[in-house]
């Protein structure tokens, strides 16, 4: 995981050609590490699933990036959405239901927040949710209407 770390760096990066840089890079790490890894057209529906099927650095990288969506950081939403969105484009082992129960588990806000704690993690939240529909992982087989319903629901409660 370490030849990974450096990326989110530069994920949240005021600087857009450095953001895309490091995204490029870390997906490119990310997808070098799960071709190493037995092949399966399993996908993964938990988080014990997404450790058994994907590369460690991979199973890594989903959590922090959903993670890093509410990060304060100027840059970072931008920057962590848009390697998100690439990463479940192209690792097709990730199910639409794990990124919605780990985005919900990342950017629950609560009473206990700040006002502006619990706008970053609102706007992690829509971020997280543009990921999901700018990867296509929402077309994909074995995803339901329930999830579906789920998505367009929460972004319509924004507008």
Do not use: H
Request: hydrophobic share 45%; charged share 25%.
């Amino acid at each position: 995981m370490t030849s990974t770390l450096d990326f989110y760096w530069g994920l949240a990066s005021l600087d857009e050609s450095k953001r895309i840089e490091a995204a490029a890079e870390l997906i490119s790490a990310l997808c070098k590490f799960q071709a190493d890894m037995p092949k399966t057209n399993k996908v993964a529906a938990t988080e014990e699933e997404l450790d058994r099927i994907c590369a460690s650095d991979l199973a890594y990288a989903v959590r922090r990036l959903i993670k890093g969506l509410a990060s304060p950081r100027d840059g970072a939403r931008q920057g962590f959405s848009m390697a998100l969105a690439e990463l479940l484009n192209r690792v097709p082992n990730i199910s639409v239901k794990l990124v919605l129960d780990l985005l919900w588990k990342s950017t629950e806000a609560t009473n206990s927040m700040k006002g502006q704690e619990q706008r970053d993690m609102r706007f992690g939240r829509i971020f997280g949710l543009m990921a999901l529909v700018q990867a296509r992982i929402i077309t994909r087989t074995g995803t339901t209407p329930i999830e579906i319903r789920k998505i367009v629901m929460e972004l319509t409660a924004v507008g």
